[in-house]
């Protein structure tokens, strides 16, 4: 199991100034070392309860979220990561344990029984929420992530493009039909770190301090479809 303690702010802001948010983050900051030059593909299927209850808390503005969330990295993966994102204001946690890809298929039938085999309290804690709350997905993401990374502070910004989102929630593994959740002409940016926002990163994202903070992709996807 894998926990990632950290700060986490969302920009939604217009190409032009991403591209150049980008020439400046790559004279202080390090490509992500995954990808293509620090880009790559994401996946996303995500699981709300029976009564949408993780959905309600964030479109009600509850200061305290949760997701529940498998997410690939290319149709061929051989296994999944199985996100569980806690989150208080701008403060969260993530926890994540990596599942195989067949325990993922399970998951999307509404089988969380392998769980039980972990023996881990992540993985017992998700048995029982998805369980009681009669999770199945809700939504399935893609899109395009370009990441920077800085091991001082341990800063992660990400920019992602091309965002869609499919109406029909099952085929983690499959090519699905998708539609556009946001402009061509705008990208998500997201500012992630522990503790402090080194100075020199810091002073270089203060272009987007003005800007509007998006809402979240599940969310933007969920309200289009419903």
Not at 44 to 73: C, P
Not at 90 to 115: C, H, N, P, W
Not at 205 to 224: E, V
Request: proline share 4%; glycine share 6%.
């Amino acid at each position: 199991m894998n926990t990632v303690f950290r700060k986490e702010i969302k920009y939604l802001i217009p190409r032009c100034s991403a591209l150049s948010l980008q020439r400046k983050l790559d004279k202080i900051m390090e490509r992500d070392q995954h990808g293509d030059q620090g880009n790559y593909f994401i996946r996303s299927q995500y699981f709300d309860s029976l009564y949408d209850r993780d959905l309600a808390d964030n479109l009600d503005g509850v200061y305290h979220k949760r997701k529940i969330r498998l997410r690939i990295y290319g149709l061929d993966a051989p296994v999944a990561k199985l996100e569980y994102k806690c989150k208080n204001g701008q403060d969260g946690v993530k926890y994540s344990l990596t599942i195989t890809r067949e325990e993922a298929l399970q998951m999307e039938q509404g089988d969380f029984s392998f769980l039980l085999r972990y023996n881990r309290e992540l993985a017992t804690r998700l048995y029982l929420r998805m369980t009681e709350g009669v999770y199945r997905p809700k939504a399935i993401i893609d899109y395009q992530r370009l990441a920077f990374a800085c091991p001082a502070g341990d800063v992660r910004i990400t920019f992602d493009t091309d965002i869609r989102g499919a109406g029909y929630p099952y085929g983690l593994f499959e090519p699905v039909s998708t539609n556009a959740l946001s402009s061509p002409e705008q990208v998500l940016m997201e500012v992630k770190y522990t503790g402090i926002l080194p100075e020199d990163i810091c002073q270089t994202l203060k272009q987007a301090d003005d800007l509007p903070t998006s809402n979240s992709k599940y969310a933007i996807a969920r309200m289009q479809y419903l």
